[in-house]
Structure formats: structure tokens, C-alpha cells
């Protein structure tokens, strides 16, 4: 006999999020689909380390001080350790608005702005917030269909609403938000240093090279060195650049994207509401502050049922067959009966208790009524 059986499948959160995002490890990590600039970062940090430690580190440390590779390896495991909490970090993603909530909120859109005629445009979506006696402007997500909160905004590579938004960074392959931007400014901090750190001692190792063979005599014999200067040189100043560039905004307590549109430093010169107005203040909050959870729940479970046919073969005994109909009056009047009664034989995989007419509910008669007539028709026949 078949039995329907409902199976319950684990589902978490993470595979029915939207936005572009992709994810590994069970959700716990979180990163967005361009991923390719991200792994370029990778190969060289790993390749040029790789290199230092290899050829230049073992003789600075014989000629100078074995301090020098002890302190450059603290610095490529910091900025290793910043960059992936960066890149698999949740950076602050706000959930989407539920269909009921959507509906909601539309209700109080319509109810606050009224009607619009056809052919009119329907007023800004917007709500005003006031923030340290300043006035500060709520704008609608027709996206995520919620009104942002201060200082987030919608990325569209990631296509998420991002609290405390500074940018999309394609090197950490994830959005710079509230909740891992700190991690992205001790990054790119930290590899300042370790960029000035191999750059430096790559020409002190130059320089004690040449005093013994020669200058082209040692460009000869390091091409890895030369390398690392190359990769060095023309990263330095980008690198240097960003931090310093990002250094002044913490003083600020300020985000990329609001020094962009000049969310402060506009035509009406509104002051910055977030600002504490001593820089030591601000890194503190920004660099130091609590850091918030995460309002995804990437790895709650939603339970979804799903019906699976499981067939059963029962071996079934003398004593479990239905009986026969018997010959003469006896049997043909039980078998009319069972008939009357709505069961027809071998129909159903259970047995189910004969009940008179009397004792079946109006619903069932209602339900078995045309089957009687099938019956009677077969009895005309056969007499």
C-alpha cells in the first residue's frame, strides 16, 4: 500500500535572502558576486610576501637583525586577518520589508500624501528625522520598500540597503558598512605599513648587495627583488593615499559616500549632525564603538514541508482478506449490502468500518450517494 509521508527539509535563512550576495560555509560567510578583483587583492599580498620572506628576509636577518621578519610577519597577519573580516563580514545589510509590512507602509503613503491625478508625479517619498536638533531626510527604498535610516543606502552591485553605507570596495569583494568599516580602515592601514615596510628593506638589501658584487651584478641575481619593488612602487601611493584619504573622514566622523554628494559641505552649509567636534571623539566612536549585531540571522532555519510517496508492500494473511460473496440468498444480501454502504472492494488500502446509512453523517451520505445507484444498476443487470 502507498503512504503519504511529510518530510520536513531544514532551509536557512541565507538561501532565500535577496540581493546579490553569495555565501559559503552555511551562511556564515558573506561576500557579493564580483569576486575577481577580490582574489587579484589575494595574489598580490601572498605573492609579494611570499618573495620577501623568501629571498630577502633570511639575509637581513643574518646582516641587520632577526627582528626583521618577526615584525614583517605581524604585519602580513594583521592585514590578512583585516581583510578577510572585511570581505566575508556582513556589512550591515537591512532586511527587505515583508509583503505586509510593504502594504503597510504604502497604506501610509497614500494616506499622508492623498490621491495623485493621472498624469501628475506623486511627491518624494520622504520623512523627516531629527538628529542632534538638525533636520535629517529619511528617503524610500522602492527596492527594499522600507524607509532607510540615516546614512544608509542602496547598493546596486550587491542590489542591498546597507546601514552607515561608504562605499562598494571591488579589492575586499563586499560592501564597507557600518558593521565591518572599521576592519576596512585597519586593512588598508595595515598594508600601508607592510607596503612601506618591503619597500624599504628591498632597497637596504639592494644597497648591502651592491657594496659586495654591484649594482647590476645584484639586479642580475634578484629578479624577485626587483619584482617586489615594481609591485611596491605603484601600489604605495594608492594605497598610502586611501588611508590617508579615509584618516581624515574617521576625524570627521564622516562617510565616503556623504563627502561624494556633499551631504555637509553643500550649497546650504548644513553641519555634519553625527560629528562629536573633537577628532579624538570621533575615531573613538567610529574605530572603537560597539559593534552592532547582525539583523539578517543568516543561519536561522525556515521549515518547509514537503510530501514524499513512500510505497509499503504488506504481506497480508488469510485472515486480513476480504471475505468472499457468498452463494445463495445469505451472501448476495451482504454483498448488497457492503455496496449500499458506499465501499466498494479492494478501493482503499485501509480497512474501514461498514456504518449503516443511519450512522453516517449527512456530509457522507451526501458524498456517497451516487455510489448506491452504481449498485443497483449492477443488481439489474444481473437479474
Known amino acids: 500500500m502507498s503512504v503519504m509521508v511529510a518530510r520536513k527539509k531544514v532551509v536557512r535563512k541565507w538561501e532565500k535572502l535577496p540581493g546579490r550576495n553569495t555565501f559559503c560555509c552555511d ?19 601572498l605573492g609579494t610576501c611570499a618573495l620577501f620572506f623568501t629571498f630577502e628576509c633570511r639575509y637581513l636577518a643574518v646582516q641587520l ?28 545589510v537591512i532586511p527587505r520589508a515583508l509583503p505586509d509590512e510593504a502594504a503597510f507602509i504604502e497604506m501610509e503613503i497614500e494616506a499622508t500624501n492623498g490621491t495623485v491625478p493621472q498624469g501628475q508625479r506623486p511627491p518624494p517619498r520622504i520623512k523627516n528625522f531629527q538628529i542632534n536638533n538638525q533636520i535629517v531626510k529619511l528617503k524610500y527604498c522602492y527596492t527594499c520598500k522600507i524607509f532607510r535610516p540615516p546614512r544608509a543606502s542602496h547598493c546596486s552591485i550587491c542590489d542591498n540597503c546597507v546601514e552607515r553605507f561608504d562605499h562598494h570596495c571591488p579589492w575586499v569583494g563586499n560592501c564597507v ?23 624599504t628593506f628591498d632597497i637596504v638589501y639592494v644597497a648591502l648587495k651592491s657594496l659586495k658584487i ?19 612602487f605603484f601600489t604605495l601611493w594608492s594605497v598610502v593615499g586611501l588611508t590617508g584619504f579615509h584618516t581624515f573622514l574617521v576625524a570627521l566622523n564622516q562617510t565616503t559616500n556623504e563627502d561624494i554628494k556633499g551631504s555637509w559641505t553643500g550649497k546650504n552649509r548644513v553641519q555634519n549632525p553625527y560629528s562629536h567636534g573633537n577628532m579624538v571623539k570621533n575615531c573613538c566612536e567610529v574605530l572603537c564603538g560597539p559593534l552592532p549585531p547582525s539583523v539578517l540571522d543568516r ?61 453516517m453523517p449527512e456530509k457522507k451520505q451526501l458524498t456517497t450517494g451516487e455510489l448506491p445507484a452504481l449498485s443497483q444498476d449492477a443488481g439489474q443487470a444481473e437479474h
Do not use: W
Open 27 to 45: 551562511g556564515r560567510i558573506m561576500m557579493a558576486r564580483q569576486k575577481g578583483i577580490f582574489y587579484l587583492t589575494l595574489f598580490l599580498i
Open 65 to 92: 637583525s632577526p627582528a626583521i621578519p618577526v615584525f614583517a610577519a605581524v604585519l602580513f597577519l594583521f592585514a590578512m586577518a583585516t581583510l578577510l573580516r572585511t570581505s566575508f563580514s556582513d556589512p550591515g
Open 177 to 199: 558598512g557600518k558593521r565591518n568599516y572599521r576592519y576596512f580602515y585597519l586593512f588598508i592601514l595595515s598594508l600601508s605599513l607592510l607596503t612601506i615596510y618591503i619597500f
Open 214 to 232: 654591484g649594482f647590476l651584478n645584484t639586479l642580475k641575481e634578484t629578479p624577485g627583488t626587483v619584482l617586489e619593488v615594481l609591485i611596491c
Open 299 to 359: 543561519r536561522g532555519i525556515l521549515q518547509q514541508e514537503e510530501n514524499a510517496a513512500q510505497e509499503e508492500t504488506c504481506t497480508r494473511g488469510p485472515s486480513a482478506q476480504e471475505p468472499t460473496a457468498a452463494q445463495g440468498p445469505g451472501g448476495q444480501a451482504e454483498e448488497s449490502s457492503t455496496q449500499q454502504d458506499g465501499s466498494l472492494p479492494h478501493q482503499s488500502a485501509v480497512p474501514v468500518p461498514s456504518l449503516s446509512n443511519a450512522e
